[in-house]
Each structure stands twice: as C-alpha cells, then as structure tokens.
C-alpha cells in the first residue's frame, strides 16, 4: 500500500476514534451529573452515641515521620469518649525517625494512651500488614480500630464509629475521606484527585450499589470478626489488604457499613514522581480487585475523551468539551458544599484530569506498584511479589 492509499485510512481511522470518545464524552457527561446528584444526596450524619460505649484500641502502623503526624496522632488520644483507648503504634526499626516522634508524644501525653511497638520481624510482603501483625500482640480490647498514619479526625470519630459498629447484623464500619493538600503543587493536585475524582465517585458508587466499599482510611472492627477471617495473617502478602477485610467480614453474612461522615487524608507528595507512583498503585490496586469494572471505569474520564472526539471532526464535540468542563467544575463545586471543604484550584482539574487518563492507560501496561519504599510486582490475584526481577513491569 502506498503512502498516497494509507492516508485515506488513516483519516478514517482517526474520525472513528473520535467519533467513540466523544459517544464516551457524552455517556462520562451522563455520569458526572448522576455524581453531583449522588454527593448532594449523601446523608447528612446524625450524631450517634452509645449509653455504654466499649473500650477501643486504635492500630497505627508506622513508616514515615510525616508532616503533621503528631498533631494528627494527639487527635485520636484526645477523643470524646467515654470508655477507655488505647492507641498502639507500630514501627519495625527503633532508630527510624517515626520511632522517635512516638517516643515523645509518649512522654507528653497522660495515662500511657499512646504506646509504640517496635518489632522488626515480616511475616509477609505486605510491610503494613507485617506491622499490624507485630502490633496485636500489644492489644488489651476487644474492639480495634484501623487507621492509616495521614488520617486527620474529629473529637466525635471513635463515638460515631462505634455507635454504628453496635448496629445488629454490622461486622466492620469503614468510612471515606476527603484530600488535604499543602502549598505545593503536587500535593493539591494528588488532593483535588481525592476530592474531585476518587470521592464523588465512591459516593455515587456507594449510592447507585456499584461498589461496596472497605477503606484503609478507617476500619472498626470486632476481634472475634477479624479472627473468623483469619486475622491478618490471612493478609500478610495481599495489596488491597483493606478490601479483603471487607469481603472476608461479608463472606460471614455481615455488613460492612460505610459512615456517614468523613475523614480526610493529608497528601504529601514532592514531585510529579511521587504522584505518578501514588496514583498508580491505586489504580492498579483497583485493577486487581475487579478489572472489568475497572475497565468500564473509562467514562469517569470525560474530559479527555472530550480532547480526543475533537478529532471526530464533528461540531458537537466543541460543545460537549465545553460541557464537560464545566460539569467537572460542577462536580468539585457539589463536593465542596455537601462536605464543608476548602475551595479546589478550578484550573488544575484539567491538569489532573490529563494525568488521571494517563494513570488509567498505563495502569494496564505492567504489574508494578510503589509502596512503602518498596517496589513490589501484583499478581491476577491481588498478592504481592518483592524482591523479583521487575524490568518490564
């Protein structure tokens, strides 16, 4: 075939694929108005409070001495609960920074609420799970509350927690959260990811029975109901460990109930590197648990398709690029007034919008995610690989 007959074809080509996004733009146009009516419907939470609430221990497993972190870690010590707390911290090396962080607030703060577990044994690839594995050695309650170091809560948290964890047929609690950025760029950008893609989306997955969720950001829990699943050694080498928690507790004919209220989540990410890395572990993360699902997740990337029906050619797709602007915009605008949040930087979220597609695209050429410091290769089945030949992935 000569240059003159592929020219042709290649036109054609370009005008079908154009064609298909922007019938995808359009359906995503769909979606994103589905999403602001989802947000504006989320319920308001009521607050809810045992006569008599159970002792609690909160499992914190360490790696970084982040910013923020002991503000964060005294804002669980001092909740508005009337039972006892125990608050255990988990960390594998007693000279890393983290350990030192701990060491201080345990002098500061009263009545031993605080206490660190130093234990440098793995009993798998999953350096989280290993920790939290090292930790329930320590636990003196019955009730367990799991929560990543970057959560931020409320004086209310462990009382609206548990009053929902007592709900006849309710196995484990887990609840959303919202992005908090710092001054840098690259921080308001993995932020506005949260609050202007991630979250919105689970609430209407959530809302539309699309997707049950199980959040690392907060998970309580019974011991008796994390032991019928097999503790977490059932987890040590699994990447959505939180997830797994969720369908183990479902598994056993239980609830997993999503709060209705948030926690946020600090970002902290340097450069566009570590944003990239950030986003595709969770991308492949979620991948792993339902590729199907996750591949129909395209239309969730409307903006994008919107760039790419302009080479459709058609004069419809102007205006629906323009549409789908301004229903992105909309949908940050529903979140930010259903949930009290600071006003988004409006004009990154094309910015963003751009890296979440490539996110998306390149989350299904390779297996690898960066955790934890750690490069780790994720098999079909959700496990864990370290210390294998990554090259390719």
Not at 9 to 20: E, K, R, Y
Not at 214 to 225: E, K, V
Not at 321 to 333: I, P, Q
Request: charged letters at 15%.
């Amino acid at each position: 075939m000569t240059i003159a007959e592929a020219i042709p074809d290649a036109v054609t080509f370009t005008h079908s694929l154009g064609t298909i996004c922007l019938i995808g733009a359009v359906i995503g146009c769909f979606f994103t108005l589905a999403a602001c009516a989802c947000v504006l419907s989320f319920p308001v939470a009521e607050s809810e409070r045992l006569a008599v609430p159970p002792p609690v221990t909160i499992l914190k497993p360490l790696h970084d001495a982040e910013p923020g972190l002991p503000a964060r870690l005294t804002a669980f010590c001092r909740q508005d609960y009337e039972a006892p707390v125990q608050i255990l911290c988990g960390a594998h090396d007693q000279t890393s920074p983290v350990a030192a962080v701990v060491h201080a607030m345990e002098s500061e703060l009263p009545d031993d609420s605080i206490e660190l577990v130093l234990d440098p044994r793995h009993h798998g690839v999953n350096r989280k799970v290993s920790n939290l594995i090292n930790i329930m050695s320590s636990v003196r309650h019955d009730t367990l509350v799991m929560s990543d170091s970057d959560i931020v809560v409320d004086p209310n948290y462990l009382s609206e927690l548990m009053a929902r964890l007592a709900a006849p047929g309710v196995g484990a609690v887990t609840c959303l959260y919202y992005g908090i950025g710092g001054n840098g760029l690259w921080t308001q950008l993995s932020a506005l990811a949260i609050n202007g893609t991630f979250l919105p989306h689970a609430v209407a997955a959530v809302s539309l029975g699309l997707a049950k969720p199980c959040c690392g950001a907060t998970i309580a829990i019974r011991r008796s109901m994390l032991d019928r699943i097999g503790g977490f050694t059932a987890l040590a080498d699994t990447l959505a460990d939180d997830h797994a928690i969720g369908v183990g507790v479902r598994a056993q004919g239980y609830d997993v109930v999503t709060a209705p209220f948030l926690v946020g989540h600090c970002c902290f990410e340097n450069n566009l590197r570590e944003l990239i890395r950030q986003q595709i572990r969770v991308a492949r993360t979620i991948k792993c648990i339902d590729p199907l699902a996750y591949a129909g997740t395209i239309i969730t990337h409307p903006w994008p398709l919107a760039l790419l029906a302009l080479f459709s050619g058609t004069p419809a797709a102007v205006m629906v690029t323009a549409a789908v602007l301004m229903g992105r915009v909309m949908l940050c605008r529903c979140v930010e007034w259903r949930f009290n949040l600071p006003r988004q930087n409006y004009w990154l979220i094309p910015v963003q919008d751009l890296i979440a597609f490539g996110v998306y695209l390149a989350s299904f050429f390779g297996a690898t995610v960066h955790w934890r410091g750690a490069d780790y290769r994720v098999n079909a089945d959700g496990t864990l690989l370290e210390g294998h030949d990554l090259r390719g992935s």
